[in-house]
């Protein structure tokens, strides 16, 4: 599968794709192959959002989940960046309970372009993030969309 492994401020990441649709992106490199234009297009956009821009919308996208999941997660590449939604008010949009939500969440084979980290807890915390270094890796991304949440909101960071 072609893929492209690249370095941001949040770690090493790695995306991959299938004739032109992107399929997974995941924490860490492989060893190197050849870059596709489609995933140089994706990879620049990627370093572009970690300057601060909102990612583009019109990337082709093919993440495996079961229809629930597929769900969620077109529910989830609603939320405008810079803004979160709890996973109460997510579950409510997907007639769903909050738990399965963060199930879907977690599932989630794209994590940013497919934004989970914006799904935060209905008392304003992080709520859980499986990407990354987990918690810290979700604050850090909200933090790059000019989202703070409270250290008192943050029982793992205190």
Known sequence: MAHVSFATPVGAMTVFAHEDALVALEWGSTAATEATPFLERVRDGLLRYFDGEALPLDWSLAPAGTPFQQRVWN???????????????????????????????????????IPCHRVIAADGGLGGYSGGEGLPTKAALLSLEGITIPLSKCPAFV
């Open 75 to 113: 529910r989830l590449r609603a939320i405008p960046f810079g803004t979160t939604v709890s996973y109460g008010a997510l579950a409510h949009d997907v007639d769903s309970a909050p738990r399965a939500v963060a199930s879907a969440c977690a599932r989630n084979p794209l994590p940013i372009v």
